[in-house]
């Protein structure tokens, strides 16, 4: 019988990272737009094929997205052999702090109107996830779930 692949540096990395997020390897997995058991190959290090174990190793745009999900840095992600994804890592986090397009009245609108459909924990988790895409300032304002406590 083969033995099972130890999962590389970068998986190890994800994992403990996924763990200290407080975020279910379901809900990491569907915020970096992968299916769950994607996700859970990629940190295992392998996948099985025809009872084999096959070693995996995530392509760099994929790991970056798993990174961005979960708060690894690219130099992180550098330290563990793979630059390419510590690229697309900046390259996403630079798209994500560009300044968004203003949104019209019938546009806001509608997204309110949406929002209004929406469970309390559902609306929670609409408003992380903006939160997590918002540039903060230096000064760091509070974000808008600390607002709305705050008010």
Known sequence: MMKTPSPPPEAVLIRNAQKRSGLTVGQAAEQAGIGRSRWNQIVAGYQR???????????????AR????VG??????????REKAAVALEEFSQ???APAPRVAGATLDAITALMATLTPEERD?????????????????????QHREAG
């Open 49 to 63: 094929v025809g009872g084999t174990a096959v070693e995996v190793k995530a392509p760099p745009e994929t790991l």
């Open 66 to 69: 798993m990174a961005l999900v």
């Open 72 to 81: 690894v840095t690219p130099a992180q992600l550098r330290d563990a052999g």
């Open 95 to 97: 798209t994500m702090a």
């Open 125 to 145: 988790e609409v408003n992380r996830r903006l939160d997590r895409m918002t540039p903060k300032p230096d000064d760091q304002q509070p974000s808008a779930q």
